[in-house]
């Protein structure tokens, strides 16, 4: 069974850092893209950032720039480095795989930008 769990959430002040993290095990990581979601209250689900299998990377357009998506196969773990944070940014932030036409979601992790 396809488990994801995200960790690195919190709060962090106008500019600042956060390194999210997302574990994955019951599927051989290296063959699958990855992906980050966000939620903010009371807006729909957005994409944030995706990776390849060959490593790819592709970003949402309010993200571009600020946010990097990486992956350490050995680890099977992807990752969000998010820099430059604005409020906007606060939301909860979900790690999503699709195998065999279903997709897997992790519980999520809250960011809050705030002063």
């Known amino acids: 069974q396809v488990q994801l769990v995200e960790s690195g959430g919190g709060l962090v002040q106008p500019g600042g850092s956060l390194r999210l993290s997302c574990a994955a095990s019951?599927?051989?990581?290296?063959?699958?893209?990855m992906s980050w979601y966000r939620q903010a209250p009371e807006k729909e689900r957005e994409p944030v950032a995706t990776?390849?299998?060959?490593?790819?990377?592709s970003y949402g357009d309010s993200v571009k720039g600020r946010f990097t998506i990486s992956r350490d196969n050995a680890k099977n773990t992807v990752y969000l480095q998010m820099n430059s944070l604005e409020p906007e940014d606060t939301a909860v932030y979900y790690c999503?795989?699709?195998?065999?036409?279903?997709?897997?979601w992790g519980q999520g992790t809250q960011v809050t930008v705030s002063s």
């Open positions: 019951g599927l051989t990581f290296s063959n699958y893209a």
């Open positions: 990776i390849t299998s060959r490593g790819s990377t």
């Open positions: 999503n795989t699709w195998r065999s036409g279903v997709g897997y």
